[in-house]
């Protein structure tokens, strides 16, 4: 178990990702990572139990997450390796959780000094930094030195599953080509 210690912002420009990618360091190239999280309420699930299940695909590994919320930005986490992707789902499933959240990103890992920096482009959402800072010692300076050094606003953004929440609930949009991507990725079998 591990903790977990994050905050993202949104990136409005493709030249702000070159500007980040080109001062900072690659600790993993760009993968893609797909997360189907299950919970018993929906997107009520994190505020009503506290956690989140999720399986989650990262290349060619496959892995069934949870996350319990410690405070905000702060996470415990724990994760056990599977060999395919539905056999965490039918786990889930079997325990009565539904699918309700399908986020499919590419992902690249760099580092800004003490700190852990995901640039995520993320289906539908687009761009975002995630800043994970639990290795850093003094991460507030820290993490304003990268907000000021790359002149990104300090508006830090919501967790993605509020984010498509929102979005699913205020644009109809939305939440039928939300719907129909999960859907797709389900019937599928992509999983």
Same mark, same amino acid.
């Given at each position: 178990?591990? *903790?977990?210690?994050?905050?993202?912002?949104?990136?409005?420009?493709?030249? &702000?990702?070159?500007?980040?990618?080109?001062?900072?360091?690659? *600790?993993?190239?760009?993968?893609? %990572?797909?997360?189907?999280?299950?919970? =018993?309420?929906?997107?009520?699930?994190?505020?009503?139990?506290?956690?989140?299940?999720?399986?989650?695909? &990262?290349?060619?590994? @496959? +892995?069934?997450?949870?996350? &319990?919320?410690?405070?905000? /930005?702060? =996470? /415990?986490?724990? &994760? @056990?390796?599977?060999?395919?992707?539905?056999?965490?789902?039918?786990?889930?499933?079997?325990?009565?959780?539904?699918?309700? #959240?399908?986020?499919?990103?590419?992902? !690249? *890992?760099?580092?800004?000094?003490?700190?852990?920096?995901?640039?995520?482009?993320?289906?539908?959402?687009?761009?975002?930094?995630?800043?994970?800072?639990?290795?850093?010692?003094?991460?507030?300076? !820290?993490? !304003?030195?990268? #907000?000021?050094?790359?002149?990104?606003? /300090?508006?830090? !953004?919501?967790?993605?599953?509020?984010?498509?929440?929102?979005?699913?609930? %205020?644009? *109809?949009?939305?939440?039928?080509?939300?719907?129909?991507?999960?859907? +797709?990725?389900?019937?599928?079998?992509?999983?």
């Amino acid at each position: 178990m591990e *903790i977990e210690k994050e905050i993202r912002f949104k990136i409005e420009s493709d030249s &702000k990702i070159k500007e980040i990618e080109l001062e900072t360091e690659e *600790i993993q190239e760009k993968s893609e %990572t797909i997360d189907l999280v299950l919970g =018993w309420k929906g997107f009520e699930s994190l505020d009503k139990y506290g956690f989140i299940c999720r399986v989650r695909k &990262k290349n060619d590994e @496959i +892995y069934l997450e949870c996350k &319990k919320k410690i405070k905000d /930005n702060i =996470w /415990n986490e724990s &994760k @056990i390796k599977l060999k395919e992707f539905r056999e965490g789902v039918n786990f889930l499933s079997l325990i009565g959780m539904k699918p309700y #959240l399908y986020i499919n990103r590419k992902r !690249q *890992i760099r580092k800004f000094k003490d700190l852990k920096i995901y640039i995520d482009e993320v289906d539908m959402l687009g761009n975002f930094i995630e800043i994970e800072f639990q290795e850093a010692s003094n991460e507030e300076k !820290q993490i !304003q030195e990268i #907000l000021s050094h790359f002149n990104i606003k /300090n508006i830090e !953004q919501k967790l993605y599953g509020d984010i498509f929440k929102e979005k699913i609930e %205020t644009d *109809i949009n939305f939440k039928a080509e939300f719907e129909k991507k999960m859907k +797709y990725f389900i019937d599928n079998d992509i999983i």
